[in-house]
């Protein structure tokens, strides 16, 4: 009988396809996000946004846009030694956050199609090298509000 042979070659193929996975441990990004607002715009033609990225996974990974249909282009700002720049990328460190703040990092809404209004909510997707793309509603608040907690 030739069938034990057989179930003992399917079964070491089994475990040599088993082993040529690679599971080190690290998990890729997990990212979630917190915090979302925007300030009443004063312009006509541009606002800012803020929030909080957090990535509970082991792998970093990278904010490489943003989209948004109320604004003909969304650019993403960093803050070093009290001056603004734009980036392409912007890291999300693993097992860390990166915070958009008023002062420190921050979205800017250019080229808007209309002013949000205190109240509204405005749509936005941040795009990532490696996770899927996260869509957050961010709230219009007014234009002097500073979050008591989170950034």
């Given at each position: 009988?030739?069938?034990?042979?057989?179930?003992?070659?399917?079964?070491?193929?089994?475990?040599?396809?088993?082993g040529c996975g690679s599971d080190d441990g690290d998990s890729g990004p997990e990212l979630s996000v917190s915090g979302a607002y925007m300030p009443q715009p004063v312009s006509d033609s541009m606002a800012a946004g803020f929030l909080t990225i957090e990535n509970g996974g082991g792998t970093e990974d990278e904010l490489t846009s943003v989209t948004s249909d109320i604004a003909g282009a969304v650019t993403v700002?960093?803050?070093v030694d009290s001056a603004m720049r734009?980036?392409?990328n912007l890291a999300v460190p693993a097992d860390g956050q990166v915070a958009f703040k008023s002062g420190g990092?921050?979205?800017m809404f250019e080229k808007l199609k209309r002013k949000p209004k205190q109240g509204d909510t405005v749509s936005v997707v941040l795009h990532f090298a490696e996770a899927d793309p996260v869509t957050v509603e961010m709230p219009v608040k007014p234009a002097t509000y500073t979050p008591a907690t989170g950034h």
């Open positions: 009988m030739r069938r034990p042979g057989i179930a003992a070659a399917v079964t070491a193929v089994g475990v040599l396809l088993a700002h960093e803050t734009e980036v392409k990092n921050h979205l």
